[in-house]
């Protein structure tokens, strides 16, 4: 049976979400909780701060789609989160937490 990917739509907690993503570019990538830099793509867990990344976004498709097949691949339950969505639900956090203060 072929495999495709098709994008799905899922509420997620974003608390939760922005501790354990890895956020890949081109060639490295970085950890959203501690914002290490430079961390291999496909790693399991940030060398920095030892978070488990459950999640992986890419800053740009274009190209990158062989990466992503990769990395599900190795790692059939990581989560691929739309950088997008994910920049703007972060964003959207922190303008609720201005408001709190
Ligand atoms: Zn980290």
């Known amino acids: 049976m072929a495999e495709k990917l098709i994008r799905i739509f899922k509420k997620f907690h974003i608390d939760e979400v922005k501790e354990h993503v890895l956020v890949?570019?081109?060639?490295?990538?970085?950890?959203?909780?501690?914002?290490?830099?430079?961390?291999?793509l496909g790693s399991s867990t940030c060398p920095s701060c030892g978070t488990e990344f459950k999640y992986i976004t890419f800053r740009s498709l274009k190209g990158n789609i062989p990466k992503i097949l990769k990395a599900f691949?190795?790692?059939?339950?990581?989560?691929?989160?739309?950088?997008?969505?994910?920049?703007?639900?972060?964003?959207s956090l922190k303008i609720e937490d201005l408001f709190k203060n």
């Open 24 to 40: 890949c570019g081109d060639l490295t990538a970085n950890c959203s909780k501690c914002s290490e830099v430079g961390i291999k």
């Open 73 to 91: 691949e190795e790692k059939p339950n990581l989560i691929f989160i739309d950088y997008d969505d994910f920049k703007h639900a972060t964003s």
